[in-house]
């Protein structure tokens, strides 16, 4: 099993800035891709962006050029920088982990963490 704690969300106003952190724990030997996906109230969860444990990224067209997505591999945290932040990034944001094993695909969510940002 992986366990997956969010941290770092919160409220903001247009054009600030926050930095969500997602540790990983329990079995997390195995895990390849990490990513964070949002949900708005009303709408279906989507993805932000993605990392693979080799370092290559994947990006939402929305967010491109304003988040960063990163990873510590020793630390088992992976990070998401938010910049220019806008209203419409007001969203539950949650963490994701797939571990590759002998036995399969396991798929993985954390509890979520608000980020609302103001107008």
């Known amino acids: 099993q992986v366990q997956l704690v969010e941290s770092g969300g919160g409220l903001v106003q247009a054009g600030g800035s926050l930095r969500l952190s997602c540790a990983a724990s329990?079995?997390?030997?195995?895990?390849?891709?990490m990513g964070w996906y949002r949900q708005a109230p009303g709408k279906e969860r989507e993805l932000v962006a993605t990392?693979?444990?080799?370092?290559?990224?994947n990006y939402a067209d929305s967010v491109k050029g304003r988040f960063t997505i990163s990873r510590d591999n020793a630390k088992n945290t992976m990070y998401l920088q938010m910049n220019s932040l806008e209203p419409g990034d007001t969203a539950a944001y949650y963490c994701?982990?797939?571990?590759?094993?002998?036995?399969?695909?396991?798929?993985?969510w954390g509890q979520g963490t608000q980020v609302t940002v103001s107008s």
């Open positions: 994701n982990a797939i571990k590759l094993t002998t036995w399969g695909r396991y798929n993985y």
């Open positions: 329990g079995s997390t030997s195995g895990i390849n891709t």
């Open positions: 990392i693979i444990s080799g370092g290559s990224t």
